[in-house]
């Protein structure tokens, strides 16, 4: 069974830094596009960030020029920085996975981790 353990949430003041990691455990071959998001209390789930295999980039608005995504393929890991931390940023955050490859024309798709928090307050 594929999983997705998202680990470096917490409580922090407005305008600090924090770095959020996702890795996949399990035995894989590859992951395609991988990403996080972000759900805020009676708000819906939203894209943060998302990182192809390749490395193409994509982020909201919002958090442009703040966070950064970066991934490690020969680990299945990636990693949020969140630098200029803002209150409208705290929310749960969730780590996505598109498809991860786990053999031979075998493939799970759309995985979700469970998620962390992330507290922007002074």
């Known amino acids: 069974q594929v999983q997705l353990v998202e680990s470096g949430g917490g409580l922090v003041q407005p305008g600090g830094s924090l770095r959020l990691s996702c890795a996949a455990s399990?035995?894989?071959?590859?992951?395609?596009?991988m990403g996080w998001y972000r759900q805020a209390p009676g708000k819906q789930r939203e894209l943060v960030a998302t990182m192809t295999r390749g490395g193409s980039t994509n982020y909201a608005d919002s958090v442009k020029g703040r966070f950064t995504i970066s991934r490690d393929n020969a680990k299945n890991t990636v990693y949020l920085q969140m630098n200029s931390l803002k209150p409208e940023d705290t929310a749960v955050y969730l780590c996505?996975?598109?498809?991860?490859?786990?053999?031979?024309?075998?493939?799970?798709?759309?995985?979700w981790g469970q998620g962390t928090q992330v507290t922007v307050s002074s």
């Open positions: 399990a035995s894989i071959v590859a992951i395609d596009g």
């Open positions: 996505n996975a598109e498809r991860v490859w786990i053999g031979f024309l075998k493939y799970v798709d759309d995985v």
